[in-house]
């Protein structure tokens, strides 16, 4: 079996690679930087990428990067799935977000979800709650430093169940190897155990290694002209600001069972995340 596994260097791709690893399959990385390459971009690097591959983590690309457009790869992605398909691909696990399936059909992932449930491969389409992970190594980590610790964020009072990447990488892992029994076709939505709003979130950060000492409600205008002062690309700015939008309306605080299901017991929660030391 070869398993590629694309944004490999990312926060759920590398947690991803290292539980494989861990479980005796070496897996194929996919990035720009990887032994053999993957470049959304660049179509010529995709079949050697995937050459010999059964299944494949395909992760939308453009939520990491702060100073690249997030816009006008889900059509590249669409392409690829098709290429894999033609190359007898057996399954897809994709990894969207929480709530995808209620979005236009227009939003890059869901137009990703939408293209993979119609073509012939096996799929499974994970869709995980916000990372704890961003507050550490993502934009909640540079949206903190750049007010002292504080996060000033157009969410109001809203709460969300966040999740941590290792167990959305332990879910991910057993769906590619194990499939789950033989099922496919499945869509989980996993989020931790508890929800919290961000006032919570920098209570229980206050005097631990995670960079994140309070938090402040701002209006989306206030927090637009902030992040574009960091110098992060409109595109960029323009999707985190829906993503925060989606918060502030409820949308993300849901806690779901799909997570401790798969996981045979409770997702990690904030507290053992920030107790780790780093």
Same mark, same amino acid.
């Given at each position: 079996?070869?398993?590629?596994?694309?944004?490999?260097?990312?926060? /759920?791709?590398?947690? /991803?690679?290292?539980?494989?690893?861990?479980?005796?399959? %070496?897996?194929?990385?996919? #990035?720009?930087?990887?032994?053999?390459? *993957?470049?959304?971009?660049?179509?010529?690097?995709?079949?050697?990428?995937?050459?010999?591959?059964?299944?494949?983590? *395909? !992760?939308?690309?453009?939520?990491?990067?702060?100073?690249?457009?997030?816009?006008?790869?889900?059509?590249?992605?669409?392409?690829?799935?098709?290429?894999?398909?033609?190359?007898?691909?057996?399954?897809?696990?994709?990894?969207?977000?929480?709530?995808?399936?209620?979005?236009?059909? %227009?939003?890059?992932?869901?137009?990703?979800?939408?293209?993979?449930?119609?073509?012939?491969?096996?799929?499974?389409?994970?869709?995980?709650?916000?990372?704890?992970?961003? =507050?550490?190594?993502?934009?909640? +980590?540079? =949206?903190?430093?750049?007010?002292?610790?504080?996060?000033?964020?157009?969410?109001?009072?809203?709460?969300?169940?966040?999740?941590?990447? +290792?167990? !959305?990488?332990?879910?991910?892992?057993?769906?590619?190897?194990?499939?789950?029994?033989?099922?496919?076709?499945?869509?989980?939505?996993?989020?931790?155990?508890?929800?919290?709003?961000?006032?919570?979130?920098?209570?229980?950060?206050?005097? #631990?290694?995670?960079? /994140?000492?309070?938090? %402040?409600?701002?209006?989306?205008?206030?927090?637009? +002209?902030?992040?574009?002062?960091?110098?992060?690309?409109?595109?960029?700015?323009?999707? !985190? #600001?829906? *993503?925060?939008?989606?918060?502030?309306?409820?949308?993300?605080?849901?806690?779901?069972?799909?997570?401790?299901? =798969? *996981?045979?017991?409770?997702? +990690?929660?904030?507290?053992?995340?920030?107790?780790?030391?780093?």
């Amino acid at each position: 079996m070869t398993v590629l596994v694309t944004a490999a260097t990312g926060k /759920v791709g590398r947690e /991803v690679t290292a539980q494989m690893r861990a479980r005796g399959v %070496e897996p194929r990385a996919g #990035s720009r930087r990887s032994a053999i390459p *993957l470049d959304w971009t660049d179509p010529a690097t995709w079949s050697a990428a995937l050459g010999g591959v059964d299944r494949i983590l *395909l !992760i939308v690309p453009g939520g990491d990067d702060e100073h690249r457009s997030v816009t006008g790869l889900g059509t590249a992605v669409c392409k690829f799935i098709d290429l894999a398909q033609s190359r007898n691909v057996t399954r897809v696990v994709l990894m969207t977000a929480l709530g995808m399936e209620h979005a236009p059909a %227009e939003v890059e992932q869901r137009a990703v979800e939408l293209h993979l449930q119609r073509s012939d491969v096996a799929w499974t389409i994970l869709r995980p709650n916000w990372f704890f992970q961003n =507050l550490t190594d993502g934009p909640l +980590r540079v =949206l903190a430093e750049a007010h002292h610790g504080v996060l000033r964020l157009p969410t109001a009072d809203a709460a969300v169940s966040f999740i941590d990447t +290792r167990d !959305i990488a332990a879910v991910a892992v057993d769906t590619l190897l194990d499939d789950h029994g033989g099922r496919g076709g499945r869509k989980y939505a996993l989020t931790g155990p508890q929800s919290l709003t961000f006032a919570e979130v920098a209570d229980a950060c206050r005097n #631990s290694p995670v960079p /994140v000492t309070g938090y %402040e409600p701002v209006s989306e205008a206030e927090f637009r +002209r902030a992040a574009l002062d960091l110098e992060w690309h409109p595109d960029y700015v323009d999707s !985190i #600001s829906g *993503l925060f939008a989606t918060i502030a309306a409820g949308y993300a605080a849901p806690v779901l069972p799909d997570a401790a299901d =798969l *996981l045979g017991r409770a997702p +990690r929660c904030l507290a053992e995340f920030v107790a780790e030391p780093r």
